[in-house]
C-alpha cells in the first residue's frame, strides 16, 4: 500500500511545551517509533506540520533588530520544512537503517483570489490568555483568535491547489525512499502575470495538502497523526463521544471549529469522497493501529474499515 501520514505541529509541540528543540525531537522520535513499522510494510510519505514552529521562527525574526523587515511567512515556512525535516530525516534513518530518507524543500501553489486572505484562521505560534493576546495583538499589529482554551495569532490559510514538486514526490518513491515533503503545507505560492513562481505570506493547512497530495499520488490511505486518540462528538462537552467509524456524509454532518479540527475532517472527507479509498485521524503514537483500524477515527464510503479486502 502507499500511505500518506501527516504529522501535526501541535502534536509535534504540544500546547504549554517549551519550544526547545530537545523537546521537539523527542516527540518526533516517538512518531517515528510508531511510523516505523508502518514504513517497513508499506511506501510511505510523510508530511508535517508547523503552526506552533512558524510561530516561533516569526517572533525571532521580528526581534531581530539587524532585520529591515522580517522575514515573511514563505521563508519561514521553508525554514520550518528544513528544521522539522532534518529531525525526522535523522529520527527515520535511526528507526530504519539501509533505508532511503529524503527530506523536501517544496511548493504548493494557492490562489490570489482565495477568500483566506480575508479571514485569517490558521494558528501559529504559542498559546496566550486572552488579555494577553489582546494585547500582544496591540502591540505588533497581529489578528489572535481564540483556540479551545487559549488563545494564538492567527494567519491566512489560502486552499492548496497543487504541489509543485508532485512527479519529484512519485519519483522518490518509486527508488524506495520514504519522502517527507510538503511540510507546514508546502511553502505557499502563486504564479504572478509572467508564470513565475513567488512566496506568499500565509501558512497553508498541512492536513488539506497531505489530502491533495494523497489524491494526486494514489495513495491507498490518508493518515492525520495528532496529538487526540479520535474525533470526538460534542468536543470539550460533558456529552462528548468518540468517533470510531464514519462515512465522510455523517462526518459532515457535524461541526468542527476551523483551525484545528474543522480542516482535518474536511481533508479526509474530501480523500475518500475523491478516491472511495480510506483515511483516519488518529494518535501519532497509534499509526499501525490506525490503519489495522484498531484505532483512530476511520472514514470510508461505506463507513465500514477493512473493507474491499485493502489489508
Ligand atoms: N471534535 C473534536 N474532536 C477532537 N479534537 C478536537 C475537536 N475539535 C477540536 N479539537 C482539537 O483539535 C486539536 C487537533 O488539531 P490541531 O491542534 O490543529 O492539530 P495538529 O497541529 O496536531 O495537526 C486537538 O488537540 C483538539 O484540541
Ligand atoms: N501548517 C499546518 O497546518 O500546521 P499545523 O498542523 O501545526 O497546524
Not at 492525520?224 to 454532518?253: K, Y
Request: proline letters at 5%; a negative charge.
Amino acid at each position: 500500500m502507499r500511505v500518506v501520514v501527516a504529522l501535526g505541529g501541535n502534536a509535534m509541540l504540544q500546547r504549554g511545551e517549551k519550544p526547545d528543540a530537545d523537546v521537539q525531537l523527542a516527540n518526533i522520535r516517538k512518531a517515528v517509533k510508531s511510523l516505523a513499522p508502518l514504513a517497513e510494510q508499506h511506501e510511505i510519505v510523510v508530511t508535517h506540520g508547523n503552526g506552533p514552529q512558524v510561530g516561533v521562527l516569526a517572533l525571532q525574526s521580528a526581534a531581530d533588530k539587524s532585520l529591515t523587515i522580517p522575514y515573511p511567512f514563505d521563508v519561514l515556512g521553508a525554514e520550518t520544512q528544513g528544521m522539522i525535516g532534518y529531525w525526522l530525516l535523522q529520527s527515520l534513518q535511526n528507526a530504519l537503517p539501509g533505508r532511503q530518507v529524503c527530506a523536501l524543500i517544496n511548493q504548493t501553489l494557492v490562489s490570489a483570489a482565495d477568500p483566506a486572505f480575508d479571514n485569517p484562521t490558521k494558528f501559529v505560534g504559542t498559546v496566550y490568555t486572552e488579555a494577553e493576546a489582546k494585547q500582544v495583538a496591540e502591540e505588533r499589529g497581529w489578528v489572535v483568535k481564540q483556540d479551545g482554551q487559549y488563545w494564538r495569532r492567527v494567519v491566512p490559510s489560502p486552499r492548496p491547489r497543487r504541489v509543485i514538486e508532485t512527479r519529484l514526490i512519485r519519483q522518490l518513491l518509486a527508488s524506495g525512499a520514504i519522502a517527507v515533503c510538503a511540510g507546514g503545507g508546502g511553502v505557499p505560492v502563486m504564479r504572478n502575470e509572467l508564470g513565475q513562481l513567488v512566496g506568499v505570506e500565509a501558512v497553508v493547512d498541512k492536513d488539506l495538502t497531505a489530502s491533495l497530495l494523497a489524491e494526486a499520488l494514489e495513495a491507498d490511505a490518508l493518515l492525520l497523526l495528532t496529538d487526540v486518540q479520535r474525533v470526538m462528538r460534542n468536543f470539550g462537552q460533558s456529552n462528548a463521544e468518540e468517533i470510531r467509524n464514519a462515512t465522510p456524509a455523517q462526518l459532515r454532518e457535524e461541526d468542527f471549529p476551523a483551525g484545528s479540527m474543522g480542516p482535518k475532517v474536511d481533508a479526509v472527507c474530501h480523500f475518500v469522497e475523491m478516491t472511495g479509498d480510506m483515511a483516519a485521524i488518529g494518535s501519532l503514537e497509534q499509526a499501525t493501529e490506525i490503519l489495522a483500524g484498531k484505532a483512530g477515527t476511520i472514514v470510508t464510503p461505506s463507513g465500514q474499515y477493512p473493507e474491499r479486502g485493502l489489508l
